[in-house]
Nanobody, 124 residues
Framework: QVQLVESGGGLVQAGDSLRLSCAAS????????MGWFRQAPGKEREFVAA????????YYQDSVNGRSTISRDNAKNTVYLQMNSLKPEDTAVYYCAADHAVVPVSADHEYDYWGNGTRLTVSS
C-alpha cells in the first residue's frame, strides 16, 4: 500500500512560479514511476508530467512542457513539480500518482495509487 500526500498548492498570480510536492509513505519508493495529473473545474482529469524510478526520464503534457519540471528525491520519498510562468488555465486540483512500473506513462488508468490532491489557483 502506498499513501501519497500532496502539498504546495495555493493562490498565485499569473506569471508566478510554484513547486508542488508529493510525499510517499512506502519502503520501496524507487520501484515506482510517478506522475502528476490535474483536474480543472468542469473538466476531466488530465496528465501533466511523469518521471521514471531513477529520475532521468520524464515526460510532459504539451501545455506545460518548457515551463515545468518534474523531479524526485528517492532518499526523501518525494516527487516534485516545479511550475513556472503560471497561467490562469493552470488552475486545477493537482494529484500525484504512483505506478509500480519502470517506464512512466501518461494514462491515468495505469497508476495504482493516488493522493487526495492539492488545489492551485492562478489569478489573472
Amino acid at each position: 500500500q502506498v499513501q501519497l500526500v500532496e502539498s504546495g498548492g495555493g493562490l498565485v498570480q499569473a506569471g508566478d512560479s510554484l513547486r508542488l510536492s508529493c510525499a510517499a509513505s512506502v519502503r520501496t519508493f524507487g520501484n515506482y514511476a510517478m506522475g502528476w495529473f490535474r483536474q480543472a473545474p468542469g473538466k476531466e482529469r488530465e496528465f501533466v508530467a511523469a518521471i521514471n524510478w531513477s529520475g532521468d526520464e520524464a515526460y510532459y503534457q504539451d501545455s506545460v512542457n518548457g515551463r515545468s519540471t518534474i523531479s524526485r528525491d528517492n532518499a526523501k520519498n518525494t516527487v516534485y513539480l516545479q511550475m513556472n510562468s503560471l497561467k490562469p488555465e493552470d488552475t486545477a486540483v493537482y494529484y500525484c500518482a504512483a505506478d509500480h512500473a519502470v517506464v512512466p506513462v501518461s494514462a491515468d488508468h495505469e497508476y495504482d495509487y493516488w493522493g487526495n490532491g492539492t488545489r492551485l489557483t492562478v489569478s489573472s
